[in-house]
């Protein structure tokens, strides 16, 4: 697109805008921002879009930032909660026969740890991240579905809550993170804690599904004009690919966890073989999940190093279609290597190898984007800030994990270290170095827009050594005593087979890793307390979130940015193009077509309410009531009924009725 | 300074190499699939460190670099980014080529582990229980069938067929000096064929979590020569020897009015209970509770004694025994060789 078409599209959109909305009669119209000043138009919009003073006010809020900052706190409570069962873990391994915790606190602390790290950090944490920027970076005003989007939070509490007071009361499920069955089934599982497992994983992904459906429709449907599929930044569209792989992955988990509670609770004998049903349905259903999952938690983070690279590399992304592709690619293949999870049950041996072939395959579209990043940072010398390190870490970390995965997905090579501590390391690798490394350059990136002030820099390198050495300490000789013969998940080993000194070796770095973790969480509550001020860019960063106040203020923009080139901070060096003609006293958004992101409709957007916590509350209840017995979800289905309708009760606006 | 720096070196292989040769070790092949596994992945291993090399050499350049950035993020050099596309597509194709290979390879190696146990002599059902190994070896004379525990004896140098299957949850079967793991599931039977190349004592334990004691659950496949290994099996077809001092027989009297009866078989007893191991010669076995204690007097009263203290959660009660009564049934048993 040249630039003369941008400037007669910047100066058409007004005119469409209003023009589109002829229709509606003038007298209904309220005030615009149209040739508003400045100071009145900021007094209208902080009116319109503030979240209600008080308590009740603050459980009300649709504010994606407000919803995304409470996201990121519970999600990093529950870091800290999983990473200490770690810790734990790691004292009782840390020599042979030791006694600080027995099988059955061991086998708990190890499937609350993979659960929290899973599904009450990780996956949270890239939405969250998704739904304070997604919105920012389309330049728009809220979230698309801003109640389903308060909606799901307060699910995703109720969710950890449960499981974590079930751990708290011994209940906790200890049959791992997967959950296999017959080991969960109603025969080999006593008690309710595979209940807890089933239903927990049935909360957190009712969750995660609506915030996916809210940051399709945001990227789809309210990017700013100008910002076609082509100049939609890489971060988004790396969300946008996660939220559609959570779609399509959510569901086989939700019915592997509904099918394991129905032959709890119900006696149904899904996967019971004696029966005619069959263990294996159940991996081969979860792990259908299972591994989209993993590009769940870590496409969000390639999109973290697409936008962090450039901004320190200070030009562009290389081969920005090749990684949009690739993420794209990456998408379709994840759904097609599920059974490397499943090697050791005795596969026929050519469906195993096409499964080979498949996991190979996937290295590809990763390594053209390793390559694009690397090829982006080889115009000169960065400056290296605090996420540029954990950048780099990312790729020495991300890599050995990456390439890990290439020798899991050898069948035979496979059989040997299947369920082992190499396995351990493996994925460790790929998720702390490949998610984990991403997103702390993201806070270190990010937390100046959310705050308004940096976060220390000194510290900051201190953590990046801390962490790097903590967490290679840690993981890498596992590689090495998973060869030796360890398999994962025991809470003791005798002291003949000489794992002893390596554990406490790996035990250390554990420790080491923790630290790294409580130094973070000090320069976070230190940056948010006496933080420099940051300012509205403080990296000289091109996409439209640094274009607004950090932090921004409740609707984001003052007036919607017009888009004309991929990092548009950087194009529009002045003042950036701006579309007006979007009312100011109630809350409107601007709907543009998903291709070339035309203006398209005004819309509104839904005010601060109160139904969703108590919709959430009355689904968490039936959850909750339902590991009891099936007719919790008779009994459940009136109140959230009553919720729904109070949730959705039309309000009587004119414009909503025409 | 260099000496000690050798020194140090040396040290460290040494090290290194003791850990290889851990009796639990995928690093230590002694048979053929194993060693070809080894191979695998040494082979990999190397492949993958010299690709993270390269990519780690690649990272550092820009560090290395004297040319400051642009002050225009968006003035591009045409002619530096074509040259970088060339890079990349290179790496990609490199990165493809690479792939192939290794698929290629790790079909090949497939097919070479297919055809170790072709020719299987030996067939052994091998039934996983929380937490033990019931072994049952097949024979096409039905009084020559035998089943024991957790200990599997094979003839050394010869491919074994072990058929794995499970009663309970699911397990999996993982001697890793000898071969990969593979899984028992109920309601299936899989098929591994394994071959030591030498006598010797090779340790295993489950790899698929099963529950309270995944932990304590090994098990020994101990390789003899063919000639001791037919003895062995024949002596294993004899009845339990009986008990010969007073304590002794007390003892066997005991077992039988007791709940001990109900679970285990004693072979020319009248007990036969199938849902725990075989014990009619419970002290031939070198280890007791699928590989937690080593058999010895001692450990064999610890065991009865205190079931829950040694493996907390596993489904051998604890039996109300006076201290004489303990030691009677220990005297019996112990004398099941």
């Keep these: ?658 | 300074m260099k000496h000690r720096a050798s020194i140090a070196f040396a040290t460290a292989i040494a090290l290194l190499l003791q850990g290889c040769a851990g009796w639990q070790s995928a690093l230590d092949p002694k048979g053929p699939a194993a060693s070809e596994l080894a191979w695998l992945i040494w082979f990999f291993t190397g492949l993958c460190a010299v690709v993270w090399v390269l990519v780690m050499i690649a990272l550092a350049m820009p560090l290395l670099m004297r040319s400051r950035l642009h002050a225009d993020p968006l003035v591009l050099d045409a002619g530096a980014d074509n040259r970088k596309l060339r890079v990349v597509m290179i790496a990609v194709g490199l990165t493809a080529v690479i792939l192939v290979g290794l698929t290629l390879l790790s079909f090949f190696a497939n097919r070479t582990l297919a055809a170790i146990g072709s020719d299987a002599a030996l067939t052994i059902r091998v039934t996983g229980h929380q937490w033990w190994w019931e072994v049952r070896y097949e024979d096409a004379t039905p009084s020559r069938i035998l089943t024991t525990a957790n200990e599997i004896h094979i003839p050394a140098g010869e491919p074994v067929r072990l058929l794995l299957t499970s009663t309970d949850v699911i397990h999996s079967f993982w001697v890793p000096s000898l071969s990969g793991k593979l899984d028992l599931i109920p309601g299936r039977m899989n098929v591994l064929d394994i071959k030591a190349d030498k006598p010797g004592i090779y340790r295993g334990q489950c790899a698929e979590f099963c529950g309270a004691q995944h932990a304590n659950m090994g098990t020994f496949i101990i390789a003899e020569p063919r000639a001791k290994f037919d003895a062995w099996w024949n002596d294993q077809l004899q009845p339990a020897a009986a008990p010969t001092s007073d304590e002794a027989k007390a003892g066997g009297e005991l077992f039988l009015k007791r709940p001990c009866v109900m679970c285990h078989k004693i072979g020319g007893t009248p007990a036969g209970g199938t849902v725990a191991p075989d014990l009619t010669h419970v002290a031939s076995r070198q280890t007791l509770a699928a590989g937690t204690l080593m058999m010895s007097r001692g450990n064999l009263a610890t065991w009865i004694a205190d079931p829950q203290g040694v493996k907390p959660g596993s489904h051998m009660p604890v039996v109300d025994l006076s201290g004489d009564e303990l030691n009677a049934i220990v005297a019996y048993l112990e004398g099941l060789k």
Excluded at chain 1, 436 to 449: H, N, Q
């Design chain 1, 1 to 658: 697109m040249s630039s003369a078409d941008l400037t007669s599209e910047r100066d058409l959109t007004p005119e469409r805008e209003t023009s589109a909305k002829g229709d509606i009669a003038p007298e209904r119209d309220g005030p615009r921002d149209t040739g508003m000043d400045d100071a009145s138009l900021h007094r209208w919009l902080a009116r319109t879009w503030r979240t209600p003073p008080g308590i009740i006010g603050a459980l009300s809020s649709v504010d994606h930032k407000v919803i995304a900052r409470r996201y990121l706190i519970t999600a990093f409570l529950f870091l800290c909660l999983g990473g200490l069962n770690a810790v734990v873990m790691r004292v009782q391994l840390s020599g042979p026969r030791r006694g600080l915790v027995g099988p059955d606190l061991y086998n708990q602390l190890f499937t609350m740890h993979g659960v929290t790290m899973m599904f009450l950090f990780a996956v949270p944490i890239v939405q969250a991240t998704g739904i304070y920027l997604v919105p920012l970076m389309v330049g728009t005003r809220n979230i698309a579905f801003p109640r389903l989007n308060a909606f799901s939070y307060w699910i995703y509490v109720s969710g950890g809550l449960f499981a974590w007071v079930s751990f708290a009361l011994a209940m906790a499920p200890d049959v791992g993170w997967f959950a296999y069955v017959p080991l969960s089934g109603p025969e080999y599982g006593p008690g309710k804690r595979a209940d807890v497992w089933a239903q927990m994983i049935t909360y957190t992904e009712v969750s995660s599904l609506a915030v996916a459906v809210a940051t399709i429709v945001t990227v789809f449907k309210q990017r700013a004009p100008g910002m076609s599929l082509d100049k939609i930044p890489l971060y988004v569209w790396a969300l946008l690919v996660t939220s559609f792989v959570v779609v399509f992955a959510m569901p086989a988990v939700m019915i592997t966890s509904t099918f394991l509670i129905l032959d709890r609770l119900v006696g149904t004998h899904i996967f019971n073989p004696a029966e005619g049903g069959d263990a294996l349905l159940f991996q081969h259903l979860f792990w259908f999940f299972g591994h989209p999952e993993v590009y769940i938690i870590f496409l969000p983070a390639t999109g973290m190093v697409s936008a962090i690279i450039p901004a320190f590399a200070r030009r562009p992304a290389f081969g920005h279609l090749g990684l949009v592709l690739s993420l794209i690619a990456v998408g379709f293949l994840s759904f097609g290597l599920w059974v490397h999870h499943m090697f050791a049950i005795g596969l026929p041996k050519l469906g195993a190898s096409f499964f080979t072939a498949s996991s190979m395959l996937i290295a590809i579209p990763n390594g053209v984007q390793i390559f694009c990043w690397l090829a982006t940072l080889w115009d000169g010398r960065p400056v290296i800030r605090t996420p540029v390190l954990f950048v780099f870490g990312f790729f020495f970390t991300f890599v050995i994990g990456g390439l890990t995965g290439v020798m899991l997905a050898s069948v035979p090579l496979d059989l040997q270290v299947h369920d082992t501590y190499f396995v351990v390391a493996h994925f460790h690798y790929v998720l702390i170095g490949g998610s984990v490394f991403p997103l702390l350059a993201a806070a270190y990136f990010w937390f100046p827009k959310i705050t308004g002030r940096m976060m220390s820099e000194r510290l900051g390198r201190w953590h990046f050594w801390l962490a790097m050495i903590g967490f290679n300490a840690a993981f890498f000789p596992m590689h090495i005593v998973g060869l030796w013969g360890m398999p994962r998940r025991v809470y003791t080993y005798p002291a003949e087979l000489g794992w002893g000194n390596i554990n406490l070796f790996i035990s250390a770095g554990a420790v080491l890793f923790f630290l790294s973790f409580v130094l973070f969480a000090f320069n976070l509550v230190h940056g948010a307390l006496r933080g420099a001020p940051a300012g509205d860019n403080p990296w000289d960063a091109g996409t439209l979130e640094w274009a607004t106040s950090s932090p921004p203020p409740s609707y984001n923009f003052a007036r919607i940015p017009v888009v004309t080139n991929v990092e548009p901070l950087w194009a529009e060096r002045g003042a950036l193009p701006v579309a007006t003609g979007l009312r100011v006293d109630v809350r409107e958004l601007l709907v543009s077509t998903v291709a070339e992101a035309y203006p398209d409709i005004r819309e509104k957007s839904a005010t601060p309410s109160i139904w969703p916590l108590f919709a959430a509350i009355a689904v968490g209840a039936t959850f909750l009531y339902s590991i009891f017995t099936p007719w919790a979800i008779v009994w459940g289905a009136a109140p959230i009924a009553v919720t729904l309708v109070g949730w959705f009760w039309p309000k009587g606006d004119p414009e909503d009725e025409e």
